[in-house]
């Protein structure tokens, strides 16, 4: 096989990065605009050892999964993935991704997977977006003078590239977004607002995050600047909340309103999209959203899963896996504003009550984002939920302390924290080694695993195997329809629980 080649291929699989996968002359070929069902003229474009990368040139019997496009921009954005296969095509492949990951990376033969959970409705199911600011065209020096080129882009990165593509709408996200977006390339045009060019490292406007929570209709603006501030901030901020207020009302009858705009400060080079500075110009620091029976305040920094349809089927799971009595002690790592930890222990208080004990089990959490701490301490306050507390650190350094008991800075004796239950819901590069082994060594009777990536679980699951806990089961949930990412639930349990489990 050579470069400039073109062959006959069947389809039968497609990678992380959205290519189909196909096989000639031994070798897998990763194959630009096909699909799984697709039968394509293919051409090579690069040769390695074991496999090669194509294009397609002609499609000679399309994929039953394949759809026109609904997205303008699906060409362009590198967003959806799968913006021209069917929702039931990507639920299929997402599906068949985890099995094949758990089998191939996490060494597991017949593992136990149930079906994909989809949405009913997979559209503007997204409450945050994080879109970058451009010029369209380049920032230049004249007579000492910072001029801004091109017309004001706000949209998403082009596939692979930092080139913004200007993204006037966008099936995922939630209303206010593209609101709010619009709002913005007016004010800077009216007000020569210069946006940031990382080569030059000037300009002002860097990023826009929209917030927006579905169960309240509250929505906040964040605006990342290579700078202190705004000019003529007050009228952006009145701009906004007229736009945002202008919108129509959700189907559940819920009314959009701008609460919270705040300025983030983000200075000079760094690929990290928001700086650690927060200020707010406008209205609350927080949100406050509302899903089930239980609400929660949401703060620019912190993470919240961005699906809140889907995250209740997630939680959900959860619940199901633990099986909670009411008095277990649970450890809940990367936790984030807290929200498994406080559907458990909301669960935990409705099953005490339901059992007549009088006996809640407790809630540890344990996360890295001092906001997020902030956050779900305040959650835990605003549910009534005096059996959860949240600490600040990292997973892997606070653990072990927890485990063992420890002296706060206060010079309060903190007793050692024995878990029936420990959820991790690691980012996703997945758990550090020495958190898994931890983990093992506190010996719970479950680990639920909660993933974004089905690679690093099926990494991790295979440790936990080492370390003495067997996988039990898995879900997967469609929590990013359109798009390559897929989160799945697992539940492992204690192989021996009167035994230590064994080291690495």
Request: hydrophobic share 40%; proline share 6%.
């Amino acid at each position: 096989m050579e470069k400039g080649q073109k062959c006959q291929l069947q389809i039968d699989d497609m990678s992380n990065e959205g290519q189909g996968i196909g096989r000639a002359e031994g070798m897998a070929v990763f194959v630009k605009g096909a699909m799984p069902g697709d039968t394509v003229i293919a051409e090579i474009t690069k040769v390695k050892k074991n496999y090669a990368f194509a294009v397609t040139t002609e499609i000679i019997e399309p994929s039953p999964y394949r759809i026109e496009m609904e997205c303008p921009y699906a060409g362009d954005c590198g967003g959806c993935t799968y913006a021209g296969m069917n929702y039931e095509g990507q639920l299929a492949v997402k599906e068949r991704q985890v099995r094949e990951k758990l089998i191939r990376l996490g060494g597991l033969e017949h593992p136990k997977l149930n079906p994909i959970v989809g949405m009913d409705k997979p559209y503007a199911y997204r409450n945050k977006a994080q879109m970058p600011i451009s010029t369209g065209g380049i920032i230049t020096r004249k007579g000492g003078i910072i001029e801004n080129l091109g017309k004001c882009t706000i949209g998403f990165y082009k596939a692979k590239s930092h080139d913004v593509v200007n993204c006037t709408q966008c099936l995922l996200q939630a209303p206010p977004v593209t609101a709010v977006a619009e709002v913005l390339r007016q004010f800077m045009k009216s007000d020569n607002i210069t946006a940031y060019d990382p080569k030059w490292e000037k300009g002002l406007m860097r990023h826009l995050v929209v917030k927006t929570a579905m169960g309240t209709g509250e929505v906040m603006a964040i605006l990342v600047i290579n700078g202190k501030g705004i000019p003529n901030s007050s009228k952006l901020i009145e701009m906004m909340d007229e736009a945002v207020g202008n919108l129509p009302v959700q189907e559940n009858g819920i009314e959009y309103s701008l609460e919270s705009v705040v300025i983030n400060i983000n200075k000079g080079k760094t690929s990290e999209i928001m700086g650690k500075e927060c200020l707010t110009i406008a209205g609350k620091p927080t949100i406050l959203e509302r899903v089930g029976d239980m609400e929660f305040e949401i703060s620019p920094l912190a993470f919240y899963q961005v699906n809140p349809v889907q995250m209740e089927v997630l939680y959900n799971k959860v619940l199901e896996y633990a099986q909670l009595k009411g008095h277990e002690r649970i450890l809940d790592l990367y936790c984030g504003v807290g929200t498994i930890g406080l559907f458990c222990a909301e669960a935990m208080r409705k099953a005490g009550k339901d059992a007549d004990t009088g006996n809640t089990g407790q809630v540890l959490g344990i996360e890295s984002v001092k906001g997020a701490v902030l956050d779900a301490n305040r959650n835990a306050v605003i549910n009534g939920l005096v059996n959860a507390q949240f600490l600040c650190g990292r997973a892997e350094e606070e653990l072990p302390k927890v485990l063992a008991g420890y002296v706060d800075k206060e010079g309060f004796e903190i007793p050692p924290f024995q878990p029936d239950l420990i959820i991790l819901d690691p980012p996703r590069a997945g758990c550090a080694p020495e958190l898994l082994e931890a983990t093992a060594a506190a010996a719970p009777d479950k680990v639920i695993y909660v993933s974004c990536d089905p690679a690093t679980l099926a990494r991790d699951v295979k440790i936990l195997g080492k370390l003495g806990y067997k996988f039990v089961e898995g879900t997967p949930v469609d929590m990013f329809p359109w798009t390559r990412c897929v989160e799945t639930c697992v539940l492992l349990s204690h192989k021996n629980p009167q035994t230590s489990p064994p080291s690495l």
